[in-house]
C-alpha cells in the first residue's frame, strides 16, 4: 500500500453532473480526516477556465490539466455536457495523452461517453447509468458494457453507475489504496448506510418493487421493506390493504407477476446480500435480521435462489477479497 500522498484530479467541464465530481471529492476529504495526508485532490478543466455544473453551479478549477502532474489517479465525472455531439471530442484527446502517465483513469456515471471515445475502454469491461446503457451500446459497440454494475475495474480503467454509484466507486479506490479499514471509516464518517460490493445491482430489490407497486401498494411496498424481520404472512399484508387474503393474493399476483410470499423471500434475500458483502455480522444473525425463522432455512433459500451458500457468497463476493468489480454476484 502507498506510503505517500496520492495525487488525485477530477475534470470539470460545463455541463457536469455535479454529484459525479462532488461525491468523490468528498470522500477522498473523509479519507483524509482519518488519515491526513493519504491523498492531494485537485478539480482540473481542460483550461484552466471555470466550468458550471448541469445544475448551474460554477466551479473554479485549481489548474488545467497539463499543470496537474504528476497524477495518480484522473477521474471524469458525468454530465450532459459530455453526452452532446461532439462534445467529449476534445476530453477524449486529452484522457489519450494523459493515459500513460496515469496509474488508472476512472468514469463516474455518463462520463463513460468521454472514455469510450478515447478509445481506452475498448474491449473493456465498463459500466454507467442504467438510463444511458443501451445508446452508449450502440455507439461504443468495442466496449464490453455491463449496464447492471455498479462499478467495474478492468485494468486501469474504471467505472461506475449513476451519480451516488460514485460514492461506491471512490469508497473501493480507497479500499485499493489504502485498506478495509481506512475504507470503512471513510464510509462512517460519510453516514453510508452500507458499503456495496462492485457486483451488486445498480438499484436495490426494494426500489424495483416500490416502483412497481403503483399507488394501490405503494404504502404496502414501502413498509414491507422497513419490516423484513416481522411477520409478513399473507393475512397480515391483507389487511394492511384491507382486503380479503384470497383478493389481496390475486391481485398481488396480478400487479407483480409472483405471489405475495416470493416476493417477501425475494426482498429479504437481497437484503441479506446486502449484509453479507457489507457488514461482519454471523449468518445466524443476518437470517434473523431480515426474517427468516432459522440460519437453515435461510441457507437453503439463498442456495436455492442463487447457488451457493451465504458463506460461500460472502468469501465470493464481500469487497474487501479483491479488487473492485473483478466478480459478479450471480442472476439466479
Not at 104 to 133: E, M, N, P, Q
Not at 158 to 166: K, L, M
Not at 219 to 238: F, N
Amino acid at each position: 500500500m502507498p506510503t505517500s500522498s496520492l495525487r488525485v484530479a477530477l475534470l470539470g467541464y460545463d455541463g457536469f453532473q455535479t454529484l459525479d465530481l462532488v461525491g468523490p471529492l468528498d470522500a477522498f476529504a473523509a479519507a483524509n480526516d482519518a488519515r491526513p495526508g493519504a491523498y492531494e485532490t485537485l478539480v482540473v478543466s481542460l483550461d484552466g477556465e471555470r466550468v458550471v455544473s448541469e445544475t448551474g453551479l460554477t466551479v473554479t478549477p485549481d489548474c488545467a490539466l497539463s499543470g496537474a502532474w504528476p497524477l495518480d489517479t484522473l477521474i471524469l465525472p458525468g454530465g450532459a455536457g459530455l453526452r452532446l455531439p461532439g462534445a467529449a471530442a476534445p476530453i477524449a484527446e486529452a484522457l489519450r495523452e494523459a493515459a500513460p502517465r496515469l496509474r488508472r483513469i476512472v468514469s463516474v456515471c455518463t462520463g463513460l461517453y468521454g472514455l469510450a471515445a478515447s478509445g481506452l475502454a475498448d474491449s473493456r469491461r465498463a459500466t454507467t447509468h442504467w438510463k444511458f446503457a443501451a445508446d452508449l451500446a450502440a455507439r461504443f459497440p468495442a466496449i464490453r458494457l455491463e449496464p447492471d454494475a455498479i462499478f467495474i475495474k478492468d485494468g486501469p480503467i474504471y467505472s461506475s453507475a449513476g451519480i451516488t454509484a460514485a460514492i461506491d466507486l471512490a469508497l473501493a479506490l480507497i479500499e485499493e489504496d489504502h485498506g478495509p479499514a481506512l475504507a470503512v471509516a471513510t464510509a462512517r464518517d460519510l453516514v453510508v448506510y452500507l458499503k456495496r460490493a462492485g457486483g451488486q445491482r445498480q438499484y436495490s430489490e426494494p426500489l424495483r418493487f416500490q416502483a412497481k407497486a403503483g399507488d394501490r401498494f405503494a404504502d404496502l411496498a414501502a413498509w414491507m421493506t422497513e419490516h423484513l424481520a416481522g411477520d409478513l404472512g399473507v393475512e397480515g399484508l391483507a389487511d394492511r390493504v384491507h382486503l380479503s387474503p384470497r383478493q389481496f393474493s390475486r391481485r398481488f399476483v396480478a400487479h407483480f407477476g409472483q405471489s405475495p410470499a416470493r416476493q417477501v423471500e425475494t426482498l429479504r434475500l437481497d437484503a441479506a446480500r446486502l449484509r453479507l458483502t457489507g457488514s461482519q455480522a454471523s449468518i445466524e444473525a443476518i437470517a434473523a435480521a431480515v426474517g427468516f425463522r432459522s440460519a437453515d432455512a435461510f441457507g437453503r433459500a439463498f442456495d436455492r435462489r442463487f447457488g451457493l451458500s451465504p458463506s460461500d457468497y460472502r468469501r465470493r463476493f464481500a469487497s474487501a477479497n479483491g479488487p473492485p468489480g473483478d466478480t459478479h454476484a450471480p442472476n439466479r
